[in-house]
Each structure stands twice: as structure tokens, then as C-alpha cells.
């Protein structure tokens, strides 16, 4: 009377009544699952949109749900099983941790693992676990599995660069050494001594080194890596 709609299912039957044919009918709501419907397509329609996959397995580990982002990372139209794109060593392991989860009540936990694309290529990503519950029982996990080869490249490359630092360090540790060892020869020479000549030998030691110094603040300030050479 109001305008509200509802959504209904129309079940009907062809009768006899009265020794005429008629229609029997019946009206079912169904509102409430269209609405869980509607809601089921939009999660779907926000899981396509997430950039990391997400995924469902069921208690024996079989895939049952995803959002085709593993697949697109690893060239498949589509994966049928975790075997397919995981290493046997990190399903042993997701087991083990899932293992570990249920025995310690955790319901979350992370492991890192490879994907392995259609090309042998592997992909570093950080596999996200929850666990799922149906009636109080085990009934699988669910997953976010995230690509993380920019984060892995940058820390190859801050590796590189602490290398680097270190032999920089190593070798201009080495280079004021020699003098530093010459200012304090020539020190302990003038002590022995008395002769107070060999102070000019120290002395020039330490210009040296703070010329060193200099050299190496100007090169940490305005240096760059030396990409070819002639």
C-alpha cells in the first residue's frame, strides 16, 4: 500500500476445481536472500577490485574460492589447485602453521612463501592466513597473498648499499691509518729524543689526515656512484 517492493518466488500448478481446469499458486518471500545475494556480489565485486589475491580453503587444503589475482600474477587463466602455483616445502609449511594456530587458538598468522609463475619465474609474496569456522568446527582459511618484489628488491639494494658503505669505511680507515701511525712514531720519537724536528714530520701527518678528511666529507656530501669508466 506504501510502494515498498518486495521479492518474491511464484510457484504454481495446473489444476482441476470444480471440474475446471485453474491455477494454484504459491507466493514465497525471498528477501532476505536476495539481499544476501546482492551483498555476496558486491564482496565479489570489491575482491576484484583489491590488488593482492585472496582466496578460500577448505579444512583439506583445496582451493575453493579466489579473485583470480594469483592467477593473473602467475600467467594461468585460472588455478586449480595451491599445488599448482606453490612449492610442496611451503604448503608443508602453511600446514604446519595452520597446525600451530589451531593448537595455540592464534587466528591469524603470516608466512612468506614464492609463487611460482607459469614461466618457472617465482614472485616473493607474504601469505596472510585467518582460520574459518562453520558451527564452531574447523572448515579451512581463508588467505591474502601480497606481492612484496619491490619491497625485496629495495632490500637487495640497502644491502648493497651497506656493502658498499663498508668497504668504503674499511678503505678510508685504511688510508688514515698510515699517517696517524706516522704522527705517532715521530711523537714518540721527539719524546725519546728531545729533538723537536721530528714534531714538523708529525705534523705533516696530521695534514694529511685532515686533508683526507675533508676529502671524504666532500665525497659522503656530493658523490656518486661511478657507473662506467675510461
Do not use: W
Amino acid at each position: 500500500k506504501d510502494g515498498t517492493a518486495f521479492d518474491f518466488e511464484f510457484h504454481s500448478a495446473v489444476i482441476e476445481y470444480e471440474g475446471e481446469p485453474a491455477l494454484l499458486g504459491a507466493l514465497q518471500d525471498i528477501s532476505d536472500r536476495k539481499a544476501r545475494e546482492r551483498e555476496l556480489e558486491r564482496s565479489e565485486e570489491m575482491l576484484d577490485t583489491v590488488g593482492d589475491g585472496v582466496y578460500a580453503l577448505d579444512e583439506e587444503g583445496k582451493l575453493i574460492a579466489g579473485n583470480g589475482v594469483a592467477a593473473e600474477l602467475t600467467g594461468y587463466e585460472e588455478i586449480d589447485t595451491i599445488a599448482q602455483v606453490v612449492e610442496e616445502k611451503d604448503i608443508e609449511r602453511g600446514r604446519e602453521m595452520v597446525q600451530e594456530m589451531m593448537e595455540t587458538d592464534r587466528d591469524r598468522g603470516m608466512l612468506e612463501l614464492d609463487l611460482v609463475t607459469k614461466d618457472g619465474d617465482r614472485i616473493p609474496c607474504e601469505n596472510h592466513v585467518a582460520l574459518r569456522y562453520e558451527d564452531g568446527e574447523f572448515a579451512g582459511t581463508v588467505g591474502v597473498l601480497r606481492d612484496v618484489s619491490d619491497g625485496k628488491e629495495r632490500e637487495r639494494e640497502l644491502r648493497r648499499q651497506n656493502q658498499r658503505l663498508e668497504e668504503f669505511a674499511s678503505m678510508v680507515s685504511h688510508d688514515l691509518r698510515g699517517p696517524l701511525n706516522v704522527a705517532t712514531g715521530r711523537i714518540e720519537l721527539a719524546r725519546e729524543t728531545g729533538d723537536i724536528d721530528h714534531l714538523d714530520g708529525a705534523e705533516g701527518a696530521l695534514g694529511r689526515m685532515d686533508a683526507l678528511i675533508e676529502q671524504v666529507l666532500e665525497l659522503a656530501r656530493k658523490g656518486r656512484t661511478v657507473g662506467e669508466g675510461e
